[in-house]
């Protein structure tokens, strides 16, 4: 920027020079002033919507404990998020007996975060008010790396579309700048000395 600074005063500075430092100036500002802005906005408005979604699906899903009938041949009904699993455990998919919250006994195939899954194996599960098995509600923690990750991703989007924006206008000046010199050049004509071409 001191180099900028000293060279605006330059005889041999042009306009399309001068256009093209202020583009990368405001560009350089926008990258380390608006970019960041943008991606604390953006991080701050996703997590206050998964905060939301992470409240509700704690209000409307209940731990409880499952009694293991059999091992089902099925797949797990709800594949696990990792970073939501308690423990590194591959599902598994089993046929299992639970009380719903208002008491009534249930008996179903479930999704199975342990390794405990002999008949008569005790392990948690969560259910929806109705008692139907759900997957585990998002906890806080996770919705925070979720936000976090999607602020990073709008800063580093919004720089990016600066620097192609900075790009383009630089490409277009030295576009400009080249058709200005082939237009001198033409109306100028070389000159090597012939007799008669105005030597």
Avoid at 85 to 111: F, K, L, N
Avoid at 177 to 191: K, L
């Amino acid at each position: 920027m001191t180099g900028v600074w000293r060279w605006r005063h330059n005889s041999l500075r042009r306009a399309t020079d001068r256009r093209e430092a202020w583009t990368a100036l405001a560009s350089l500002l926008l990258m380390v002033l608006a970019a960041p802005a943008l991606g604390w906005a953006c991080g701050a408005r996703t997590d206050d919507a998964l905060q939301e979604s992470a409240r509700a699906q704690r209000a409307g899903r209940h731990a409880t404990t499952a009694v293991v009938v059999r091992r089902s041949p099925q797949g797990p009904r709800f594949p696990s998020d990792p970073e939501t699993a308690p423990r590194h455990t591959p599902p598994s998919s089993a046929v299992a007996r639970w009380r719903s919250p208002d008491g009534t006994e249930r008996q179903g195939t479930v999704t199975i975060e342990s390794r405990r899954t002999a008949p008569g194996a005790r392990v948690e599960i969560w259910t929806d008010d109705a008692g139907r098995p759900v997957p585990r509600p998002m906890d806080a923690a996770t919705a925070r790396a979720h936000a976090v990750l999607a602020g990073i991703g709008a800063g580093l989007l919004a720089a990016g579309a600066v620097e192609g924006v900075r790009q383009l206008i630089v490409r277009r000046l030295k576009k400009a700048r080249y058709d200005r010199i082939d237009q001198e050049w033409a109306s100028t004509g070389p000159d090597w000395g012939r007799t008669g071409t105005g030597s």
